[in-house]
């Protein structure tokens, strides 16, 4: 394949998060290949102003507009400056960007995907609840125009690699490894009086809150689950997930002759970056590769499915979807939050998701208005159990 004359312009939504902040190491690793046209944060002033300037960026977007007057003080007057959903959907569909990295926390992320789908842009998307809310909608649009949606979180992006292109067709089974967080081993009488400290000790990644304690609770992977599900056109039933406590193996794609491909690297977020980026290609870059002597092992273990129920959850909102994932998820983000704010205990995050689920009328077939109704709706309702 002949090497592109130019870098990939990419435009990143969610610079400043633990994602955004990653995909800019990145293209500081390397600048031939991207280079960052466009910027968007929620709220951090300081951080943002200091990207915008390192990169000299042309295009930034402040998602709250609170903080704009001392955004505007700290860069050069040319740089056009957007908020809110609209300056996010600005970004999106920028005449010169080639990629849109959506690294936004929440549902925030989903319009933008959808107007940078259709302005001609690929998408890599590191927002789960894209694909969990609005997967279906989200894959059906990058088809009708003809665009990719590349994968950046590690298992999907890890499958990805696996596949090359492969259809559904040839795959037994999807395996997304697992950590199973900091409560692996803990016995389930004592998953009661989890500490919020506790919960936030994740064993192999750092990342965020809410995606710490989804790790913890494990559902970070049934939102996975319900993430291959659409990423990879391939039903609930050959989802399937493994702990894997090392974290080394990202996750594995097991083909219709039994034979099993995984990928494999040290644990850092600018791995699954970096090849959303490159893809199709793979580049040199400073990463560090593994010591296999050093690692000497890797072990699997099945999840404990009835200790940890959001994996079931998440099985059964995959299977029937409509606007059942996107209520799994509303319910699970207020929930995490009550937990975080120490208002209630840890299983009542999956028992607050399960009450949410249980009261939904499902639709089937929902229109994005009607997905995002049901996501507002599940948010008063779990915050009404959890009260
Ligand atoms: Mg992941």
Redesign the pocket.
Known sequence: MPVPDRPKNVVVLGSTGSIGESSLKVARDIPGRMKVVGLAANRSVETLADQINEFGIKQGCLYDPTGLDSLIARVPTDVALHTGEEGLIELATMPEADLVLIAIVGVAGLRPALAAIEAGKDIAVAS?EILVMAGETVMNAAREKGVRVLPV????NAIFQCLEDRSSADVSRLI?TASGGPFRELPSGQLAAVTKAQALKHPT?EMGQK?TID?ATLF??GL?MIEARWLFDIEMARVDVIVHPQSIV?SMVEFIDSSVLAQLSTTDMCFPIQYAITWPERVPNTLPPLDFAELARLDFEAPRWEDFPALNLAKEAGTRGGTLPAVMNAANEVAVAAFLEEKIAFPAIWETVEKTMSCHHWKEKPSLEEIIDADLEARSKAAEFIS
């Open positions: 789960k979180d590690s298992e999907h997304l990644w995606i790790s970070n992977k996975e990202h």
